[in-house]
């Protein structure tokens, strides 16, 4: 079976303007929505109690409400999680509350009364360990993106490193800005979704630039542009190859995963099509614009690499 | 044709890549028996003695209780059962049976047969949120640890001062140091001399000539407070263990983290208000008279106690004790407790008491010269209890005796208890006294608790999203690209063995929900590398070369590809590995695990199947 015909030879690069455009356009709806709608922050960064229950029928929400109501506890968000039996209950934090860790025995307490439902999960984090999550996280990538852009500079080229962290900051702002437009709540179970569209996306890009990297040294008389949209069209089979596999089990995490990871694989969903994307028209396009050619690349092979011995 | 073929492996390579297969598959298989209810046996000096076993075995045995198997090593001693029925009784048993430094806990231990374990095989840990229980994060309040330090030293500076004859002076608290207020320099001197030779080892003088006198103003040092940070811990660490120990939990974590936190994480426990209210107690101890003239079995038996004595219970004989119901000393008068000798090199507590405490105690003292004297440690206990046919945890206040020690002479601000039957004991009573008396205050400051249920259904989600993933790969990758993707298919099913292998084998691997969730990107992710060789191999055969020469150039062109691409998602792991906390933590681990095995099955297993099927055929068609 073939998804793709035998000689493949879409003009990927004469498309660049406009997929320039379409990324600039979204980065900016992406900007925007970051700044006027802000992430949905979850009690992992901002802390805060959240606390689910889990009755042994189907509960409407108002009784809860009211029940938490009659407790003081009017800040309360609530909401069904997954099912209509299982009821999450999110809790800022209050500043003046000495014994904050003691406000989900007070939520557990107050709900005896509408069918003393089963504690399924508690999470209280601190106000001071949110923004520690909140530091470290941001940290996080930050040491993922400069580790990535010294190992593609080492074995490669300067502007392959520069190129392909281009798409992962286009990649992280996007998903970052799908999660603003849509709400859905950013946890760090998101944060490490991040990370692995930043592994996903630098994976499918440098398997595009190994291939621009031995173009350029076999194909003699070319212009780069040439030789990039050569070897996208030649990688890029096993690119859709790849992002459908790795679509498919994603999915497969989403319907059947359980409510707790479906941020988690939305982020990966939306990642894996963006960072295929990016592979392609940012990582490549920045080449481009960097004024990239086969000499750039002539220094390096005379350097003696002993661990290119495969390449013909 | 003289030159060797090009797609065979020599024999030792094959049974190489079979021997590794093999192995780790081994490994991996105490995962497929189910857990059985278990209760596991362990003693607080962290050695089991031979005794146990034998004293357990008994007890059961007289109940009728009967054990499914045993298992011995690492120091526990783990006994497993059919049902909870019998688990909860044999608990009840145990705890009966044994004293109070044994710890009886329940856990769930696995069902796989003895061969497996004598090589030493192990099911994977699952991390909280999979099997149940709490995660606490606790802070310990410095500032107060420093505060009340520097409280006591005020009070003791007061009391030394005035036993140095020195007069008319004042003695302030103000923030972290302790002002003294002179009327001349000449005493100012003198006290400071005197204070010098007590204290010059924790404290900071200095003398400050401000309008309002002549003042010396002492700080407590650098290392001493670094001391007593470090000791706030400690007390706070072993209070927890000791209570930890009481809620009968098997495998509790309690470390330390950072400079002021501690992590505490209990699987199994769900009460998560008792469990809070447990951790958060402070202990305190007291010091009171023994009563010496009445018989404290006999009390114990009849039930009749003395007018003005109390009974108790000594913590580790468990025999009954008659104490005056007068308290001497709390523990907010002693200032420190540590283990050391006596002169004549006998393991034996000094404590330093405050100014206060020192002027009580000493008149006490004086009065009951040869006298018995206890040290009661209060404290709270849980006890599990089985109510209709279910578990509940309850917490009872406990009092017990810790030490009884005859009063030899008046004692002062500096005394010791003497007469201990060994420097750990020593060690235990300076670390209890400590405990009650000035552990700083923790606070929660982070919390995740997952119930028993939730956990169960995030195992069966995780599980369920795995095999339907795996399924749709296998699938697509067998469609796509027939013979080569049955072998990309064969080698997934390995890679999965092979991350449960190596997560079984790591001891500190955790399994977590976004563990479950990094296989399951990794099964994705992983046949990239075939995908990677198999296109490699279709574009030479549209190039025109020879099947034999495209398999071969396929894998060889493809090498480095994969392996650029591989380690740049490493990087992102181990980033992820450095930086997360806890369940984000255990996706880093198997999603590693998961690129490094695939890097292994997808291009040195695939080739095995292939060079095996085409790699002794002439001119063979390939399905790929």
Not at chain 1, 68 to 90: K, P
Not at chain 2, 465 to 487: N, Q
Request: glycine share 8%; hydrophobic share 45%; charged share 20%.
């Amino acid at each position: 079976m073939q998804l793709l015909k035998d000689k493949l030879n879409i003009d990927f690069m004469g498309k660049r303007k406009l997929a320039l455009m379409l990324s600039g356009v979204l980065i900016v709806v992406s900007i925007v929505a970051m700044a006027a709608r802000g992430l949905n922050l979850g009690i992992d960064f901002t802390g805060g109690t959240l606390v689910e229950v889990g009755y042994s029928d189907s509960v409407q929400l108002e009784p809860v409400r009211r029940a938490l109501l009659a407790n003081g506890l009017d800040d309360a968000i609530v909401q069904h999680f997954g099912t209509s039996r299982d009821v999450l209950i999110r809790l800022p934090v209050e500043e003046t509350d000495r014994d904050k860790s003691s406000l989900s025995n007070k939520v557990i307490h107050a709900l005896e009364p509408t069918g003393s439902p089963e504690v399924r999960r508690v999470e209280f984090v601190g106000p001071q360990v949110g923004g520690e999550l909140r530091d470290k996280g941001g940290l996080a990538m930050l040491y993922a993106l400069i580790g990535i852009l010294v190992y593609v500079a080492l074995r490669f080229e300067w502007r392959f490193s520069l190129g392909s962290v281009a798409a992962l900051v286009h990649d992280v702002v996007l998903v970052v800005g799908f999660f603003a437009l849509t709400q859905t709540e950013f946890d760090l179970t998101v944060l490490a979704a991040l990370l692995a569209v930043i592994g996903y996306s630098l994976n499918d890009t440098i398997v595009v630039f190994d291939r621009i990297r031995e173009n350029f040294r076999r194909i003699r008389k070319a212009t780069s542009e040439k030789v990039i949209n050569t070897s996208i069209n030649q990688t890029f089979s096993r690119t859709l190859m790849t992002s459908i596999t790795t679509l498919l089990v994603l999915i497969a995490l989403y319907l059947f995963g359980g409510e707790v990871i479906h941020a988690f694989s939305i982020a990966l969903i939306v990642g894996v099509l963006v960072g295929t994307y990016s592979s392609i028209y940012v990582a490549s396009t920045s080449l481009l614009a960097l004024d990239v050619s086969k000499e750039n690349l002539m220094p390096v092979e005379s350097a003696g690499r002993s661990d290119d011995g495969s390449q013909v | 044709m003289a030159t060797a073929p090009l797609n065979q492996y020599p024999l030792w390579k094959h049974f190489s890549i079979l021997a590794v297969i093999v192995i780790i598959g081994l490994y991996s298989l105490p995962n497929l028996y189910p857990s059985m209810p278990a209760i596991q046996v362990s003693h607080e000096s962290g050695e089991l003695d031979a005794a146990t076993p034998p004293v357990l075995r008994r007890a059961l045995q007289e109940k009728g209780i009967q054990a499914q198997g045993e298992d011995q090593g690492d120091n526990r001693l783990l006994l497993r059962f059919s049902d909870t029925e019998q688990q909860l009784q044999a608990f009840e048993a145990g705890k009966q049976a044994l004293d109070g430094r044994h710890v009886v806990a329940l856990n769930l231990a696995t069902s796989m047969p003895g061969w497996l374990r004598s090589i030493g095989a192990s099911p994977m840990n699952l991390g909280l949120d999979l099997r149940g229980g709490v995660h606490f994060l606790l802070e310990v309040d410095m500032k107060a640890a420093g505060a009340k330090a520097i409280n006591n030293y005020a009070a003791a500076v007061r009391v030394d001062l005035r036993e140095a004859k020195l007069r008319r002076f004042s003695v302030t608290q103000t923030g972290d140091e302790v002002k003294i207020r002179f009327r001349d320099a000449a005493s100012r001197a003198a006290g400071h001399e005197v204070l010098d030779e007590e204290y010059g080892n924790e404290l900071d003088f200095a003398e400050v000539d401000g309008n309002d006198g002549f003042l010396l103003v002492a700080t407590i040092n650098e290392e001493t407070m670094r001391e007593t940070q470090s000791l706030a811990i400690q007390q706070n660490i072993q209070t927890l263990r000791n209570r930890v120990n009481e809620l009968g939990v098997a495998e509790p974590v309690i470390q330390q983290q950072g400079a002021a936190r501690i992590v505490v994480q209990l699987p199994g426990v769900q009460d998560t208000a008792q469990a809070k209210e447990i951790l958060g107690a402070t202990a305190t101890v007291e010091f009171r008279m023994v009563n010496e003239q009445s018989d404290p079995f006999e009390a114990a038996e009849t039930g009749r106690i003395p007018t003005g004595s109390i009974l108790y219970y000594e913590r580790d004989s468990k025999s009954p004790i008659l104490l005056k119901r007068d308290v001497m000393l709390t523990g907010d008068s002693i200032i420190n407790a540590n283990s050391g000798f006596d002169e004549n090199g006998l393991p034996a507590v000094i404590i330093t008491l405050d100014g206060k405490g020192a002027a009580r105690f000493s008149k006490v003292t004086a009065e009951n010269i040869k006298k018995l004297m206890a040290v009661v440690f209060i404290d709270n206990k849980t006890v599990i209890i089985n109510q209709d046919g279910e578990q509940r945890r309850r917490t009872v206040k406990s009092e017990e005796v810790v030490s009884v020690a005859r009063i030899q002479e008046q004692l002062g601000k500096r005394f010791q208890i003497e007469g201990l039957d060994s420097t750990h004991e020593a060690l235990k009573l300076a670390l209890l006294l400590r405990a009650g008396a000035l552990a700083a205050p923790v606070e929660i400051v982070e919390e995740r608790t997952v119930g028993p249920s939730l956990g169960q259904q995030n195992i069966d989600l995780g599980k369920k999203s795995i095999i339907i993933g795996f399924i749709l790969v296998m699938v697509f990758m067998a469609l796509y690209y027939r013979l080569f993707g049955v072998a990309a298919d064969l080698a997934l099913a390995v890679n999965l063995i092979l991350i449960i292998g190596i997560m079984s084998l790591i001891p500190g691997a955790t399994l977590t929900l976004p563990g479950i969730a990094g296989i399951v990107l990794t099964v994705g992710m992983a046949v990239d590398a075939n995908v990677l060789i198999f296109e490699r191999i279709r574009e030479e055969l549209r190039n025109g070369n020879s099947p034999q020469a495209s398999i071969h150039a396929g894998y060889s062109k493809a090498l480095s590809t994969i392996a650029d691409a591989n380690v740049t998602t490493l990087i992102a792991a181990i980033v992820l590995f450095v930086f997360g906390t806890g369940p984000i933590k255990g996706f880093a681990v198997t999603l590693s695990i998961g690129i490094v095995c695939s890097m292994f099955t997808a291009i040195m297993g695939t080739r095995a199947l292939v060079n095996l099927y085409y790699g002794s055929q002439k001119s063979p068609s390939l399905a790929v």
